[in-house]
Each structure stands twice: as C-alpha cells, then as structure tokens.
C-alpha cells in the first residue's frame, strides 16, 4: 500500500485488541506514506493512527496529530516488525497507557529521522515507549519530549531535548491552503528551524509535506538547512521601495 497526499482522520475503532483506527497493517504487509496526515483517529486498542504487527511502515513528511489510543496515540509498533519516520511530525496524540507518540513491543524497531517526537499525553513514558527486547533508533537529529524531559524517547547527540512547552515549536493544527493538508506549521522562532545541516539528512532535491522545497534559510541567518519534522518553514521577504524628497 503507497499513500501519497492522503488525509486519514475522523476514524474509530471498537478493538481493544488489536487497534489501529486510522490504519492497521498486519502479517508481512509493506505500507509507505508520503505528504499525508492522520488527525483525530481513537479508540480503546494500540495504535491511535497506526498499528504495525509484523510488517514493514515507513513514513515522510507526514504529520500524526489529535490520535488516541491505549499505547502509541500515534504510532504502535509490535512483533518483529519495523517503522521508519522520517521528517515526521508526532505531537498531541494520547495514550490512557504509555507511548503518546510512539510505542514498539515484542522486538519491533522504530526508527526516527528527522522527526518531531513531542508534546505527546500519557500516564508513562509520555512520548515514546519500548520494552526491554525492542530498538527505537534515534541520534538522527529528532526533536524529543518537552520541558526538559525526553518523555520516554532514546535521545542521541544529534537531536534535541524540548526545554518548553510544544507551543513553543509549533502552531495549531491548521489546513494549509495550497495542499489542503493538516498540518502544524513552525513558529518563527522555532528550534527545529535549520536544525538539520547540509549531509546525508538533508539533500537537495527533497520536499517537504506541502511539497515546498528542502533546504532553505528557514531562520534568516545565512546557512541552508532543512527544518525537523513534516514542515519546512517558508519565509518570504517584503521589499518596500525607497521614497526620496
């Protein structure tokens, strides 16, 4: 299954077992997301908008926001199987367990590039969850937590520890209006802005969800450099004609 430009929300799902109300993909299945979003999908079970048993999900430039679920608001992750998020944004899902954002159990793998981990909702672990048998991969220049803590994600030297609030990165969950894609757009001000250098995590040609261009001077101080999560910040310069008397 490829999803490209796709909206999945609204959805629920009665399964306390199993899970996965906005997309459940299970037994050897291959799933790849390109520019969508999944907003408001809930339910008792795993995996507010995705559930992985067994197979193989990768995700870009997306977001997961507003998701809901036991363990994994936005993502659980379960049995061998193996996740990849990169350039994705992850932040106010829910868990009535643990693993707001991410969960992965039963030597599953998670791997996170680029990607916003953050301002996630749980009893435990309020971003990210693991047990002991199973790999979250990160130092890949991930934004992680909030208020000083990692929130349960396995932070390397590459990425960043939130020292705020989530509103302090990122505006509500808005339509944009070229895409028609919900997503949160970067404050001005942000940390993640050009926290990525030119190298292997940010190339030329890449896009970002609304299909603008990676990398640009998303802060104004010269260097190019490619923003952590779903959304490159597009500034725009006004040039205001000189009047002379």
Request: charged residues 10%; hydrophobic residues 35%; glycine residues 14%.
């Amino acid at each position: 299954l490829t999803l490209n430009f796709s909206v999945v929300k609204n959805n629920h799902s009665t399964d306390f077992s199993l899970g996965g109300s906005g997309l459940a993909v299970r037994e050897g299945a291959s799933v790849e997301i390109n520019q969508s979003a999944f907003t408001n999908n809930t339910g008792p079970g795993l995996g507010g908008a995705i559930y992985n048993n067994a197979s193989i999900v990768s995700v870009f430039n997306s977001t997961l926001s507003g998701n809901s679920g036991s363990q994994g608001g936005g993502v659980f992750s379960k049995i061998g199987s193996s996740t990849t998020l990169d350039h994705v944004t992850v932040a106010f899902n829910t868990a009535t367990n643990s693993g707001g954002g991410v969960a992965n159990t039963n030597v599953a793998t998670i791997n996170l590039i680029n990607s916003i981990i953050a301002g996630n909702t749980a009893p435990s672990n309020s971003d990210c969850f693991k047990d002991a048998g199973s790999v979250q991969y990160g130092d890949n220049h991930n934004l992680l937590g909030q208020n000083g803590g990692t929130g349960g994600c396995l932070n390397g030297i590459s990425d960043i520890t939130l020292a705020g609030s989530i509103n302090t990165v990122l505006r509500p969950l808005s339509t944009d209006p070229l895409s028609g894609l919900p997503v949160h757009l970067p404050l001005g001000t942000s940390v993640v802005l050009d926290a990525i250098p030119l190298g292997p995590d940010c190339s030329t040609p890449s896009y970002d969800a609304r299909n603008i261009a990676r990398p640009r001077d998303a802060n104004n101080t010269g260097p190019l450099g490619c923003d952590i999560g779903a959304v490159e910040l597009a500034t725009t310069a006004v040039y205001l004609p000189i009047v002379k008397r």
